[in-house]
């Protein structure tokens, strides 16, 4: 029946007419390689302050100090605070951004916020590339910084928004894909790149950011707004037209979706002020708590700090130069695949299980690695590491990465940009954003640190965190799969814990207080 609501009983959840069409997977696929100038940072930054000519043009007081210092401790080598300091002010950067990426994706659309970051992005990784001086280099830092924390704000939302609920979650997980096509990328490039003749090849590295950042310039004057952000801005019947498009179908097929959206947006207009009613006004509380606790406990897992010091970390461990690079590569072809299993998984299996199973394989896997680290050094950190346990660790960290790859990868951007309602769901993702910027600086800033005074109890650190986080999911976290945005928030009402926190104030829940009222009263 034309425009008919399929409701899934098991589920009690609507489904709506129309496919993933070849349109839709398109814009997504834009919209996701925002995650590919994240993770091509996050790969690249390691290997470009642990360069000879880098160093030597832009730290020259701290080669020297590289040069001269005789370290046996295996924990404490690399440290440098003005080093990490370089490389943690991007995150910085992008978490500032983030914070302006709420009013303009509002004012100005998605669409129009993923252009703005392509174009932050290119101008910042160009001046890195020609950069002779330090102002220069650190301007374009923070240029890309800029276009990270646009990107990752608006990346996430617009795919959530434009996927169909039964595909959200596959759709979705194309961001994180490419954060993994990001930081692979950059290995690759740093392998590549260190064989050039004159000390230059970290400029072709840098440089190379701009090819994911114009194909985001370019792919996003190709797509269209979201349909509840032209409705937003008040542009319904390209709304209408879009809708229709994406979903494959007419619009008479489509006038339920639209009508949902259109109430969703009528809602949404009736909160004054989204940030004070998102912070302080209780309603949202459990989304608040998630979105929160989510990119805070993502950084705990310990896998920026794998991916963002894979070349240093493996080299401190007794690699050299080139296995530790090689070392790398291979982490980062790992990451790729895995993330295949949650593209395949998360609207099957659901986001919880993914978490749990992923969360338990990742404990394991840091107690192992710590455990190998600890027999072969020590408390003392001298000694040399010898091939058995060096293979014992990259398998281990293979293994700990494949878990993440289909846990907290994918799901850490999944949950916060599908559990909240669209009146504070662009507030709520900058706050998600500039958590997960905050302790990613700030873990990469303290990291080295931490490895030179906790030593090989550094990963039993990370390990337990990881189990807090996991009985955190299993105990906290409402089940989000197939469920249509704009009814995510009845999971929060049937949670066991939520439910005593939730403020209803659907019409139904209010018609049902009036009629309680009115029956008091007459008896």
């Known amino acids: 029946m034309p425009g008919a609501v399929i409701v899934h009983h098991h589920a009690r959840y609507k489904t709506y007419p129309g496919d993933v069409t070849g349109f839709v997977f398109y814009s997504c696929l834009v919209a996701s390689v925002g995650g590919c100038i994240f993770g091509y940072d996050i790969g690249l930054s390691a290997a470009l302050t642990s360069t000879e000519s880098f160093l030597i043009m832009f730290f020259p007081d701290i080669y020297r100090q590289q040069k001269e210092q005789v370290i046996t401790n295996q924990y404490c080598k690399f440290d440098s605070q003005e080093l990490s300091f370089f490389g943690s002010s991007l995150f910085l950067s992008a978490a500032l951004a983030s914070l302006f990426a709420s009013p303009m994706a509002r004012a100005f659309g998605r669409k129009w916020t993923l252009f703005s970051a392509a174009s932050a992005y290119v101008t910042g990784a160009c001046m890195g590339s020609v950069a002779t001086t330090f102002t220069v280099l650190l301007i374009g830092r923070l240029l890309l910084g800029v276009g990270v924390g646009l990107c990752i704000h608006a990346s996430p939302l617009y795919i959530s928004e434009m996927a169909p609920a039964q595909q959200r979650g596959m759709l979705n997980i194309l961001f994180q894909f ?16 260190a064989r050039f003749i004159g000390g230059w090849g970290w400029r072709v590295g840098l440089a190379m950011g701009a090819v994911p950042g114009g194909i985001i310039a370019l792919g996003s004057l190709a797509i269209p707004d979201t349909p509840i952000s032209l409705l ?6 390209e709304a209408r037209a879009v809708l229709s498009q994406i ?22 207009k009736s909160v004054a002020n989204p940030w004070r009613e998102l912070l302080f006004g209780g309603r949202y509380k459990p989304q608040l708590v998630i979105s929160l606790s989510v990119p805070f406990f993502q950084q705990l897992t310990g896998i920026n700090v794998i991916m963002f010091y894979a070349p240093v970390l493996f080299k401190t461990m007794g690699f050299r130069g080139d296995a530790s690079i090689v070392s790398s590569v291979i982490t980062g072809l790992v990451n790729v695949f895995s993330t295949f299993v949650a593209l395949m998984t998360a609207d099957k299996v659901g986001r919880r299980a993914l978490f749990l199973q992923g969360g338990t394989q990742m404990i394991i896997s840091q107690i192992l690695v710590g455990t190998f680290i600890g027999l072969q050094f020590g408390l003392s950190g001298t000694g040399a590491i010898s091939e058995q346990y060096a293979m014992c660790i990259v398998l281990f960290v293979c293994v700990y990465v494949a878990g993440f790859a289909w846990s907290w990868g994918p799901m850490g951007w999944l949950i916060p940009s599908e559990v909240y309602p669209l009146a504070v769901r662009s507030q709520a993702q900058s706050i998600t954003v500039f958590v997960n910027m905050c302790f990613t600086a700030f873990i990469g800033q303290i990291f080295l640190t931490l490895l030179c005074h906790l030593r090989f109890g550094l990963f039993y650190f990370f390990g337990a965190w990881l189990l807090l986080m996991t009985v955190f999911i299993a105990v906290l976290l409402p089940e989000t799969k197939c469920v249509p945005l704009e009814e995510v928030s009845h999971v929060w009402r049937k949670h066991w ?21 009115i029956a008091l009263e007459m008896s």
Not at 178 to 193: H, R
Not at 498 to 506: E, F, G
């Open 247 to 268: 979903r494959g179908i007419g619009p008479d097929d489509s006038r339920q979706e639209y009508d949902d959206l259109v109430s969703a947006c009528e809602e949404s």
């Open 232 to 237: 937003s801005r008040g542009e319904a019947e």
């Open 178 to 193: 490419m954060i993994t096509i990001g930081i692979l990328s950059a290995s690759l490039t740093n392998y590549l790149t």
């Open 497 to 517: 814990f939520w439910r005593k926190l939730v403020v209803d104030t659907s019409a139904d829940a209010r018609g049902a207080e009036m009629r309680k009222r």
